[in-house]
């Protein structure tokens, strides 16, 4: 449940966005001392605490600070904003596991930096939102990845079935400060403010040393990459990209390649009726321009209605109808995000789980409800077939290993009742209206 932003901030809000929209060229000149508003502060703080999180390089939590007295840790964070004191803290890097191998690094700034983040975020999306192109649906109030996914589908089923399935190398870490930089002027005249986000650009990566303590990486030296798990990161990365967005509609490439561009932060495809291989091309020399990179291993030009193709988790292209064979062009949840949500499952019913019931069936069922929010469109029966198929064993043999008992537990934890009593969110239940198709 997201927190009611307060009337005043609201009011602020919609005048900057007014203004930003009434006047395209305008460059915003104070907004500095609107970050460290009490106001501001408290409901970034607010937000940072509903989405939790760990502490960063400090340590401090937010029961520490809840412990020592918000007003006052707020009154010290909005000191050090005035008086311009405020120095960002090392990112502290975490690496996580990747589906397939590997590790992902996870960046987890402090508690103050995400709050600090989180302010500047409520200044300032509502002046960047207005030049962001309604290409784009990633991180922006009032779009979804959901609503991205059926505009693929809706161009595709249309004829626009030559499709760019494009991939930028290391987007986030590679963006460049100087033309990042530029992005941000062109809108905020404010030095204080620019110096600030410039801050976060710099600021040093923590990665815990062999033998304790931290070994550091980055820092003023750096001259690409968006802030590590950064609250403002992803609004930096939109605006970036955006420059892309604006050069592909001013070049007309809709109206003579009849091409369809959807972008959601790092990930894009363009569905075009004729021409892919050209716009491929230009999308290359744009982002070669941009200081970007594209993983050429993984870009393709393919035709969408003779192979599938994927996109934030769906697969689109071909589909057979089980019950008369008809072909159709489909979206489905594809298979790696079955795997994906298979692998969130077995880590929280691993055996070293201790926690009460309560406990497991409630982190439980909020991965299985967002799965099956984002995964809510189009021909899904077989997906969430497989996925309740998995949760009922994985669940039996959970619980059986808990309560010792000596068979497979089949009759002692039947699918009704893991369904029912256990209170564990079964998918088929949720809604399942027709699939979105069109005939081939």
């Known amino acids: 449940m997201s927190l009611a932003t307060p009337p005043k901030l609201q009011r602020l809000q919609e005048a900057l966005y007014t203004k930003a929209e009434q006047e395209p060229a305008y460059r915003f000149y104070l907004l500095y001392d609107k970050v460290y ?45 005035r008086t311009q004191t405020y ?102 005249a404010d030095r204080k403010l620019l110096r600030l986000l410039k ?30 798990g950064g609250v403002v990161s992803p609004l930096l990365a939109n605006l970036y990209m955006n420059r892309y967005l604006k050069a592909f509609r001013r070049a007309g490439l809709d109206r003579r390649h009849g091409a369809r561009l959807v972008n959601y932060a790092d990930d894009f495809v363009v569905l075009c009726r004729q021409g892919a291989t050209e716009v491929l091309a230009q999308t290359r020399r744009w982002l070669t321009q941009m200081g970007l990179t594209l993983n050429e291993r993984k870009t393709r030009v393919c035709d969408g209605r003779q192979e599938p193709f994927t996109f934030l988790g769906y697969t689109f292209g071909p589909m057979r109808y089980r019950k008369d064979g008809h072909w159709y062009l489909g979206a489905a949840p594809a298979k790696k995000a079955v795997r994906r949500v298979k692998g969130r499952i077995r880590q929280i019913l691993r055996p070293s789980n201790q926690a009460p019931w309560e406990e497991v069936v409630k982190e439980l069922n909020t991965v299985l409800r967002g799965w099956a929010n984002h995964f809510s469109y189009g021909t899904r029966l077989m997906a969430y077939r497989a996925v309740d198929h998995y949760v009922y064993e994985r669940v039996r043999h959970f619980l ?30 949720f809604h399942l209206g027709s699939p979105a198709h069109a005939l081939v």
């Open 199 to 228: 801050m976060w650009l710099k600021v040093p990566v923590a990665e815990a040393a062999p033998g304790g303590g931290w070994r550091f990486t980055g820092g003023k030296r750096s001259t690409r990459g968006t802030p590590q």
């Open 87 to 188: 120095r960002p803290q090392p990112v502290r890097r975490m690496l996580i596991e990747k589906e397939g191998g590997g590790e992902r690094p996870l960046g987890i700034p402090t508690i103050r930096d995400r709050v600090v983040q989180t302010a500047v975020l409520l200044i300032l999306q509502p002046i960047f939102e207005v030049d962001l192109e309604p290409t784009a649906y990633g991180y922006r109030p009032g779009r979804t990845a959901l609503e991205a996914v059926q505009a693929v589908h809706r161009a595709l089923c249309k004829g626009h079935a030559q499709v760019v399935d494009a991939d930028v190398s290391k987007y986030f870490d590679t963006i460049p400060h100087a033309a990042l930089m530029q992005s941000l002027a062109r809108r905020i």
């Open 37 to 81: 508003r009490r106001d501001v502060l408290a409901h970034a703080y607010a937000l940072s605490k509903q989405h939790k999180g760990a502490p960063g390089v400090d340590g401090v939590t937010f029961a520490d600070i809840e412990a020592a007295g918000v007003e006052r840790w707020l009154a010290a964070v909005e000191e050090a904003l």
């Open 400 to 429: 059986r290993r808990r309560h010792k008992v000596p068979s497979r537990g089949t009759k002692r934890f039947p699918r009704e009742q893991v369904f029912g009593e256990l209170g564990v969110f079964q998918l088929r239940r």
